[in-house]
C-alpha cells in the first residue's frame, strides 16, 4: 500500500463515522469528485486499511446487555496451551474482542452476555475451567461511555425523591 495522504486519512476518518457514506457524500466532504473517491475506497479496502462495514446494535437489542472485561493469565506459553486457548477464543460467541496484552494478565477477553449467571457460567465453564488457564479477573461494565472511537449516549440521570 502507498503512503496515505490527508485526503485517504479524511475518508478513514469519515468512513469510521459513518460507514454508510456513498461516494457522492464522500466527495463532498473530502472536497474530491465521486470517482476519486471511490477509487480510493476500493484501493483502501484492498489493502486491508477498510476491514469492513457494519451497524453498530445496541447490545440490549440483541439480549446481550451485560459485558464483563475478562484478564486472563495463562499456566505456561508452551504453543500446545497457547493455540488451544486461541481455538476457545475463536470458537466462544460470548467472547466479542480478545487482546493479547503486557503486565499482569496475558489476555484480556471482552465478553457480552443476557445475565450474571451467563457470565458467571462463561467464566466457570470456559475460561476458568479451561485447561490453559491459570487465573481470571472479571470486571462487569457498568456503564459504557465510549466505544469503537464513539461516545455513547450517557443514560438518564436517576432521580431522587425529595425529603
Do not use: W
Amino acid at each position: 500500500m502507498a503512503q496515505l495522504d490527508d485526503y485517504d486519512l479524511k475518508i478513514l476518518t469519515l468512513l469510521q463515522a459513518n460507514g454508510r457514506l456513498t461516494n457522492q457524500e464522500l466527495s463532498d466532504l473530502v472536497g474530491l469528485s465521486a470517482s476519486q473517491c471511490s477509487r480510493r475506497r476500493i484501493i483502501l479496502e484492498q489493502g486491508n486499511l477498510i476491514l469492513g462495514y457494519h451497524a453498530r446494535v445496541s447490545p440490549d437489542a440483541v439480549g446481550l446487555g451485560m459485558i464483563g472485561l475478562i484478564e486472563v493469565r495463562l499456566i505456561n506459553h508452551t504453543s500446545d496451551y497457547v493455540e488451544s486457548f486461541h481455538r476457545m477464543v475463536a470458537e466462544q460467541s460470548a467472547i466479542v474482542d480478545a487482546y493479547k496484552t503486557t503486565g499482569d494478565a496475558d489476555y484480556l477477553l471482552k465478553v457480552a452476555v443476557n445475565s450474571l449467571a451467563e457470565l458467571s457460567a462463561l467464566i466457570s465453564e470456559l475460561v476458568a475451567g479451561h485447561r490453559s488457564v491459570s487465573h481470571v479477573k472479571t470486571s462487569v461494565v457498568l456503564n459504557r461511555l465510549k466505544e469503537n472511537g464513539l461516545t455513547i449516549a450517557a443514560p438518564a440521570p436517576l432521580h431522587q425523591k425529595s425529603a
